[in-house]
């Protein structure tokens, strides 16, 4: 099987709830928010949506909140990691460290709204360069999800939830960086061709 598996895509809180519903149908896993901390205490939910920063974005582009997501019996993969500021804090230890590891990456879609940088719902993705098998199994149960859930938008290449949808269809931006122009935003179809003679 390849190497390097992704899905990007926008959606709500409630966009996201049935894809969560769904996983957990089929794995009991465990979601850590991937943040330094000063001890290996990393804050761990059964469902991601009770963190109260799940689809926060406190600047007008990514990342927002990121979790880890790997099988509930399983190790939770920090390391003490020097870090910029405080050397001695603790963070989870990135893919290159394990190139075997039992998690992915799951980066929810949030809105952001902010007079600096307008509103927007800001893009998220799901990723795992692991070809463990729990990794491959949690990646694809959550992939299955979204390409039934979601709506795919083939010219930019991402799924958008049916929530986001509605907000797009309203004329809010879909985008992964709000101090950028609208012509770069998500897009459902390609613009028309240019009458420019």
């Known amino acids: 099987m390849s ?57 007008g582009w990514s990342p ?47 809105l952001h709204k902010s007079e600096q940088w307008g509103e927007g719902l800001l893009g998220g993705w799901l990723a795992t360069n692991s070809e463990h098998p729990d990794s491959l199994a949690i990646f694809n149960a959550f992939k299955k999800s979204i390409k039934k859930r979601f709506e795919y938008f083939r010219f930019s290449g991402v799924y958008v939830g049916p929530e986001a949808v509605k907000y797009f269809e309203a004329g809010g931006r879909l985008t992964g960086d709000l101090r950028s122009p609208r012509e770069g935003d998500v897009k459902r179809e390609p613009p028309p061709a240019s009458n420019i003679a």
Do not use: C
């Open 3 to 59: 190497r390097g598996h992704s899905i990007y895509h926008y959606g709500t809180k409630a966009d996201y709830e049935l894809v969560i519903a769904d996983v957990a149908a089929q794995f009991a896993v465990k979601y850590a928010v991937d943040e330094w901390r000063l001890e290996p205490d990393h804050r761990v939910y059964t469902s991601p949506l009770d963190a109260p920063d799940f689809d926060l974005f406190k600047w």
């Open 64 to 110: 927002g909140t990121m979790f880890i997501v790997l099988p509930e019996d399983a190790a939770l993969p920090f390391s003490h990691m020097p870090h910029r500021q405080v050397p001695e804090k603790y963070g989870i230890i990135p893919s290159s460290v394990d190139e075997n590891y039992r998690w992915i990456g799951f980066h929810p879609s949030g």
